[in-house]
């Protein structure tokens, strides 16, 4: 076997465009030793996991708007203050509130039982008393658009999906459609209401609520998702041919303006002029769990990071932690912040909001006079089992209103293999965060900041991807 | 290695008195190569997983005496003479029963927040508008049995524990106090109501029901338990030291006595005087999940091993399957069928309630004349991996009743490593089933049925273990 494999090695050696354009391997670019100290030293600490640990116990779900996620802005300026930060501070703004109300499914015919499902954020409700229908019943949104409308209306539209398990999470946004625009095109269409198959990958009966989008002049319609074993069992059951009648019992409601707001602390740097590094994660989480992979990790690695910089002596370039508000229900805080600090230079921008799994690629959005900042970051993230991705850097719904401006973007990419399991599912709590992964990320994001935020080089404005 | 490894056995030998004493190995007894071909046939096909996937679909949960169970009855009526059965018959009883409500828990002070639980079969109830009282936080029974009464009169008691997994499932008995006795020992020291840590070894928020006992006498209070995630939050926020403060709403009732049922059905042998071999599960399951593990799996197995040999031609003894009515809320089914059958001579009796995992070791408690068939049974299960145990078979509580009126016990142990992980839980359904165990499972029963039932040796009484 050995002998193929050099075989077919030489072969392709021989004939490989890539490989004849080089004569050796690329050489690693150097970094600063201060930079691999701060980074093996950080796999040894535990700041986000008391973190996540203190936000999740002491506050637990912190639903955007309400005043759990009030407590936890408060819990937040006094643990970034009690950690050394500087200029810790609340920025407010209001925002459109949504609360769950009741919510159960009940098959009445051909074969009794109630089923598991949680609304979908800014779901509709039915009357407290309920609603009876007819379920149709669709495997994908393909099914769901091909059908017509009179097989719609007036009934409970099904929709289901076979979303894959993937690294880099590329699954949820081409399976996510059902819930993203399903429930807006199902009242479109005439439909009574909307149950959806959960947007995840795992077979445990917990649902996966998220948001839905119900644009101005469409009705919301009462919209949930199942478990995907609840799925699959009234797909099970539709396969035996009989009519399905349902009861649905969902009682959310808008519940009007409220506040919010973004927590904001700072490194402070020794060269104004040289732009802000910009990290953070959302403080808001769904109200199912107690949001500890989504997305207390991402404000727990990004500020153990920012903090270990800290320890280390003034950088030179500010670092800017924010624990963003309401990202879960509409990324209102990123908006806010965006809109607050666009006078502002940003030498680059980095969010974590992608669960606690080791990182596994970063990709950048650099401007070509900071190429080399990439190059170190290879050098310095290589140890922590973390390659450099091809594709363009600049992720993040936070961020994403400050990248739009022109920011320079850093990604550090974590492993979804697992994130969608869980993600906004009331098993989102800490038992799902392995530490080891956990201390890999802050080890991570240290080496990136300890490499961006003193890098020497200039880092301008980007073309946004 | 290899020589460290034979010169310890080598020494292991000459100092072993159990080696000392044989000249040479013993030799596999023989058995009919029909056993090996029907063991084979028989994990080849799914029966098993067509009677579970049935059950649990078209009737779903089936709560002992509710009308669930009765249609469960109607459906496994019709199963078990559509697989071609004799003598397919209800037996019915009577038996009291009880009903879950509503069911929240609330922190109210110093962290409010909402944590998971269900309440325990036989619970008293909280008024409707609920209960408050303060948490009084016992790691495990020993420190709850150690505290003063004064620190438990008036307040919500909390008992945890740190069930270990198992493959024999021996955590269940040993760690399972909390929720068996707990609740009347609370009640009769005066706790307003009592919330223990799920008897389970997994860390999803799924609360693990069951029955507990409130003896004649003794009130029986509000009792639940909390998943192990929340259970373990409760011990965090404990670890704070500020006294804790929890609404608990849970509305149970008994509902007066009411009909349940064993459902039978018989391979009729061509020797009535060498007494009847039982084998079964139980049809009743939990109200959270479906009861695909618990047990819709035990009916299917012994069910489908027993048509594989029905249809191979008719065995010397009669096979009787059995599955029995309300063995979760207390073992009801199987003490009528004692009740009704005690006049009948049973050769055997074999229960399988330990999920879907693979069988592991079987043990047996067989009269000496009958030593063969228990080495014949040794030939023909250890293809599937299946190892003989030292201790003396006869357990289950359906079979319980018949066992300790004499009949010999042939015991087939699935591995309890994930059970408990399951066990009573909402999740507890056919997602849980990996098809290639259960068809290992079948064929284990198989090979089993197809020994006992056509073993030539008399199997007379013994003495229960």
Same mark, same amino acid.
Do not use: C
């Given at each position: 076997?050995?002998?193929?494999?050099?075989?077919?090695?030489?072969?392709?050696? $021989?004939?490989?465009?890539?490989?004849?354009?080089?004569?050796?391997?690329?050489?690693?670019?150097?970094?600063?030793?201060?930079?691999?100290?701060?980074?093996?030293?950080?796999?040894?600490?535990?700041?986000?996991?008391?973190?996540?640990?203190?936000?999740?116990?002491? !506050?637990?779900?912190?639903?955007?708007?309400?005043?759990?996620?009030?407590?936890?802005?408060?819990?937040?300026?006094?643990? $970034?203050?009690?950690?050394?930060?500087? %200029?810790?501070?609340?920025?407010?703004?209001?925002?459109?509130?949504?609360?769950?109300?009741?919510?159960?499914?009940?098959?009445?015919?051909?074969?009794?039982?109630?089923?598991?499902?949680?609304?979908?954020?800014?779901?509709?409700?039915?009357?407290?008393?309920? +609603?009876?229908?007819?379920?149709?019943?669709?495997?994908?949104?393909?099914?769901?658009?091909?059908?017509?409308? %009179?097989?719609?209306?007036?009934?409970?539209?099904?929709?289901?999906?076979?979303?894959?398990?993937?690294?880099?999470?590329?699954?949820?946004?081409? =399976?996510?459609?059902?819930?993203?625009?399903?429930?807006?095109?199902?009242?479109?269409?005439?439909?009574?209401?909307?149950?959806?198959?959960? #947007?995840?990958?795992?077979?445990?009966?917990?649902?996966?609520?998220?948001?839905?989008?119900?644009?101005?002049?469409?009705?919301?319609?009462?919209?949930?998702? $199942?478990?995907?074993?609840?799925?699959?069992?009234?797909?099970?059951?539709?396969?035996?041919?009989?009519?399905?009648?349902?009861?649905?019992?969902?009682?959310?409601?808008? !519940?009007?303006?409220?506040?919010?707001?973004?927590?904001?602390?700072?490194?402070?740097?020794?060269?104004?002029?040289?732009? #802000?590094?910009?990290?953070?994660?959302?403080?808001?989480?769904?109200?199912?769990?107690?949001?500890?992979?989504?997305?207390?990790?991402?404000?727990?690695?990004?500020?153990?990071?920012?903090?270990?910089?800290?320890?280390?002596?003034?950088?030179?370039?500010?670092?800017?932690?924010?624990?963003?508000?309401?990202?879960?229900?509409?990324?209102?805080?990123?908006?806010?912040?965006?809109?607050?600090?666009?006078?502002?230079?940003?030498?680059?921008?980095?969010?974590?909001?992608?669960?606690?799994?080791?990182?596994?690629?970063?990709?950048?959005?650099?401007?070509?006079?900071?190429?080399?900042?990439?190059?170190?970051?290879?050098?310095? $993230?290589?140890?922590?089992?973390?390659?450099?991705?091809?594709?363009?850097?600049?992720?993040?719904?936070?961020?994403?209103?400050? +990248?739009?401006?022109?920011?320079?973007?850093?990604? +550090?990419?974590?492993?979804?293999?697992? =994130?969608?399991?869980?993600?906004?599912?009331?098993?989102?709590? #800490?038992?799902?965060?392995?530490?080891?992964? +956990?201390?890999?990320?802050?080890?991570?994001?240290?080496?990136?900041?300890?490499?961006?935020?003193?890098?020497?080089?200039?880092?301008?404005?980007?073309?946004?991807?």
């Amino acid at each position: 076997m050995k002998r193929l494999i050099l075989a077919a090695l030489t072969a392709s050696a $021989l004939t490989s465009p890539v490989l004849a354009q080089r004569t050796a391997p690329p050489m690693p670019a150097i970094v600063d030793p201060q930079v691999t100290q701060l980074r093996d030293a950080a796999l040894k600490v535990d700041t986000a996991w008391d973190i996540i640990e203190g936000l999740t116990t002491e !506050v637990g779900q912190r639903l955007a708007g309400t005043e759990a996620e009030a407590r936890a802005r408060t819990w937040a300026v006094a643990k $970034l203050t009690t950690l050394g930060f500087k %200029n810790v501070r609340v920025e407010p703004y209001r925002m459109p509130v949504w609360e769950r109300g009741a919510e159960t499914a009940e098959i009445i015919a051909p074969f009794p039982q109630k089923l598991t499902l949680a609304a979908l954020g800014n779901s509709g409700a039915t009357p407290a008393t309920g +609603l009876t229908g007819e379920v149709v019943v669709f495997a994908n949104m393909a099914a769901f658009q091909a059908a017509p409308d %009179n097989a719609i209306k007036g009934r409970i539209v099904y929709i289901g999906n076979a979303m894959p398990r993937t690294q880099d999470g590329s699954g949820y946004g081409a =399976y996510g459609t059902a819930r993203f625009v399903g429930p807006a095109l199902a009242s479109q269409r005439g439909a009574a209401a909307i149950i959806i198959r959960s #947007i995840g990958t795992d077979h445990h009966r917990f649902p996966h609520t998220g948001t839905t989008d119900f644009p101005a002049g469409v009705k919301p319609i009462p919209a949930a998702a $199942l478990s995907v074993p609840d799925a699959e069992q009234l797909e099970r059951i539709a396969a035996r041919g009989a009519p399905i009648r349902m009861k649905l019992v969902l009682t959310p409601r808008q !519940v009007g303006m409220r506040e919010s707001g973004n927590v904001i602390a700072e490194v402070p740097g020794s060269d104004p002029s040289a732009g #802000i590094v910009l990290v953070g994660g959302h403080l808001d989480s769904w109200d199912l769990g107690t949001g500890a992979i989504d997305d207390a990790s991402g404000i727990a690695i990004t500020a153990a990071a920012a903090k270990r910089i800290m320890d280390a002596g003034q950088p030179r370039r500010t670092i800017r932690v924010v624990w963003f508000g309401a990202e879960e229900v509409g990324g209102m805080g990123g908006a806010a912040y965006a809109r607050a600090h666009a006078g502002e230079r940003h030498a680059t921008a980095s969010e974590s909001d992608f669960g606690a799994d080791r990182v596994w690629r970063f990709e950048v959005n650099l401007p070509p006079a900071a190429k080399p900042v990439a190059d170190r970051l290879q050098t310095a $993230l290589a140890p922590l089992g973390i390659t450099r991705g091809s594709g363009l850097g600049g992720d993040g719904t936070d961020i994403g209103p400050t +990248l739009k401006l022109g920011t320079a973007a850093i990604d +550090l990419n974590q492993s979804g293999w697992d =994130y969608f399991d869980t993600h906004h599912t009331p098993d989102d709590v #800490i038992d799902r965060i392995d530490p080891a992964a +956990l201390r890999q990320n802050v080890a991570a994001w240290t080496a990136m900041l300890a490499v961006v935020a003193n890098a020497p080089e200039a880092i301008d404005a980007v073309k946004p991807r």
